[in-house]
């Protein structure tokens, strides 16, 4: 009886965790286009409605007599395109700002908890401490351990969200720098031929496609030498750290070149920019 009422209650759990089924996909028609060209052009519908679009373009559905009205819906759904990108941005700004929040909670948090250790740190004076008992001497002591451990890892916290601003405002001070230089370099020799700066194992490049990932970058770039690490931005280009300093030559061969055969789709080609890196910054 009881094994009888768990394999119940298990059957009644699945049923509740699967996925309800998609609905039933309409075939084409006039007035059933007319339906999905306006939920196209709604915002909360307009999911459901391109993928009905979609279903029946791959159905074969196009024809002379019904193009006008697929490239009508196509038209519909392009202009949420400018939606998206919008909607991406705010919640790039919300999460600025919930970063930005987050870090300033922190600080404040992190100055209790030196108020609370600086309380620990001068009862454990003899001043006070002689008048303490043995349980209480104790006590302060775990407490003062404990606060400053967790004192320790938020500061930890904080310093990293720091580095990260810094990094991010240097790599985008590079990139800038890169720009308004390349006008004025273009007439000197070819970056192999400049002498690298003593010591540096590190290049720059610039000139990423959008869609240039980690592993599209090692496959371009291992041909020169063993990669020790990569440091991509968000934006087009990166720093590569290799082994050795001779590998740095090799890499600024590859300057001008452009990343395709296969690697990257023909319309995302983009040609290569490739220096040497400051050795003074030659840490990744």
């Known amino acids: 009886m009881l094994a009888r009422e768990e394999r119940h209650r298990r059957r009644m759990e699945e049923e509740r965790l699967r996925p309800p089924s998609p609905p039933p996909l309409v075939h084409y028609s006039d007035h059933e286009c007319s339906i999905v060209a306006e939920k196209l052009k709604d915002d909360s519908k307009f999911s459901e409605a391109v993928q009905t679009l979609l279903t029946w373009i791959e159905r074969g559905e196009v024809n002379r007599r019904s193009a006008n009205n697929f490239y009508s819906m196509i038209q519909s759904a392009n202009s949420h395109v400018r939606r998206l990108v919008n909607e991406k941005a705010t919640h790039e700004k919300d999460m600025e700002e919930a970063k930005e929040k987050f870090k300033q909670a922190l600080s404040g948090i992190l100055i209790q908890f030196e108020q609370i250790v600086a309380v620990y740190h001068s009862a454990s004076k003899q001043k006070a401490w002689d008048h303490f008992t043995k349980a209480q001497r104790k006590n302060i002591s775990v407490w003062c ?25 240097s790599d985008d001070e590079i990139e800038e720098t890169t720009e308004t230089k390349e006008t004025e370099e273009s007439d000197l020799p070819p970056p192999a031929t400049r002498e690298r700066p003593p010591g540096c194992k590190t290049v720059f490049v610039g000139g990423l ?13 291992e041909q020169c030498g063993e990669i020790i690490a990569i440091r991509k931005s968000k934006k087009n280009f ?15 061969y590859l300057s001008g070149r452009f990343i395709d055969g296969g690697i990257v789709p023909t319309k995302h080609n983009a040609k290569l920019g490739i220096r040497e890196f400051a050795f003074v910054a030659d840490k990744l």
């Open 145 to 169: 351990k404990q606060a400053e451990e967790i004192r320790n890892i938020h500061n930890d916290e904080l310093m990293g969200i720091r580095r990260e601003e810094e990094m991010e405002m």
């Open 238 to 252: 990166c720093h590569i750290r290799f082994a050795e300093e001779y590998m740095v030559d090799k890499a600024l």
């Open 209 to 221: 496609p959008e869609n240039g990932t980690e592993q599209i970058i090692v496959e371009v770039f």
